[in-house]
C-alpha cells in the first residue's frame, strides 16, 4: 500500500476548503467572459504578479504555448535553456504548433542563462536562422533542482533580451515557492517581464490549471489562441474556485514543503551511494543520482515499502507537497535504507 507519493507536486489534492468553494461556486460561461469566479482569479492572480490581466488555462504547459504563440509569428524564434521544462517536457508543442523554433541556450548552474550567450543567440543579421523574438526563463529552475532565481538574475537576463528587442516570458510553475524562499511578493520576481504563467496545480494544490499573466493587450491575444487550441471553457469557475483558494491562503505553506525537501535531501546526503547537491535543494523539489543501474530497481523497492517516486537509471527526484507532513519524511528516509540496501545488493 502507498503510503507516501512523491512523484511531484502534481500529485496533490484540494484542500477541504477549496472543495467547499468548487462547490459552492457562482458560474456564468467564460467563453462569454462572463464567469464572475474565472473572472476574479484571472484579477487577483494578475495583482499578485504585478501585472495589468491574467487569462486562464488548463495547464501550465498550455499557458507556455498560448505565450509562445502570441509573442511570435511562424518562422521565429524562441530561445530558452537546455533545462528548460519547454524544450524538455512539452512534446515539442511550441515547434509542432506554433512553427516557432527553439534556440537552446546552456543554464548554469543555478538554472540561469547568461547575458552573453542571450546576446549571442538573440543577436539580429543571419538571414539563416529563425530570428528570435522572445527570451524563455524559468522560476524555479526543475532542473537544476528547484532553484529559486532572484529578481537580481532575472533582471539581468531581462536587461540583455532587451538590448535585442526581445520579449521575455517566464515559465513560473512554481514562481510562488521561488517567491516564499526568499521571502519576497512573487511580482519582484515578475519585475520587467513581458508574460508569466505559474501553475495552481502544483504545490498550491489545486486539481487543475494555470494562469497566464500580463498586459491587457497581451492577454487579449493570448485568449484567442487559447480558443483556437480548444481550451474556451464553460462554467469554468467550478475549478476557479479553488485556485481564488489557493492563492488567498496556499503560498505562505508552501514553505512546510520547503522545510520537508530539505529534511528529505539530508536524510538522503548520508548515503554513500546517493549524490546530491545540497545547495541546489532550496525550495521543494530533491534532485539526487545513484550509481547507474541502479535508480530502477531503488524505485521499485521504494514502491514496496510505500513509497512511490519516479523511477529512472540513475538520476532521481523527489518532490514534497501538500498532504505530505514531516511523519511522512520520517517514514520515506526508512523505506530508503531498506530500499537501497536491495537496490545496490
Known sequence: MIRVDLRSDTVSHPSPEMRKAMAEAEVGDDVYGDDPT???????????????????????????????????????????GEMSHIYNAEAGGTSVLGGIAMRILPNEKSGVISAEAIRTAGAPGDYHKSPVKVLAIENTQNGAGGTAITPEQTAVMVGAANELGLKVHVDGARIFNSAVAQNIPASELARG??????????????????VVVGSRDFIEEADRWRKMLGAGMRQVGIIAAAGIVALDSMIDRLAEDHANATKLAEGLA??????????????????????????????????????????ADS?????????????????????VKKAMAVATA
Open 38 to 80: 474565472v473572472n476574479r482569479l484571472q484579477d487577483l492572480a494578475a495583482e499578485k504578479l504585478g501585472m495589468e490581466a491574467g487569462l486562464f488555462v488548463t495547464s501550465g504547459t498550455q499557458g507556455n504555448l498560448v505565450s509562445m504563440l502570441t509573442h511570435c509569428q511562424r518562422g521565429d524564434a524562441v530561445a530558452l
Open 193 to 210: 517581464v513581458d508574460s508569466l504563467t505559474f501553475c495552481l496545480s502544483k504545490g498550491l494544490a489545486c486539481p487543475i490549471g494555470s
Open 270 to 311: 548520508e548515503y554513500p551511494d546517493v549524490d546530491i547537491d545540497m545547495e541546489s535543494v532550496q525550495t521543494n523539489i530533491v534532485r539526487f543520482a545513484v550509481p547507474a543501474g541502479v535508480g530502477k530497481p531503488f524505485a521499485a523497492a521504494m514502491y514496496e515499502e510505500g513509497v512511490y517516486m519516479n523511477a
Open 315 to 335: 538520476a532521481l527526484r523527489l518532490v514534497p507537497h501538500y498532504g505530505i507532513d514531516s511523519e511522512d519524511i520520517d517514514f520515506t528516509l526508512l523505506a
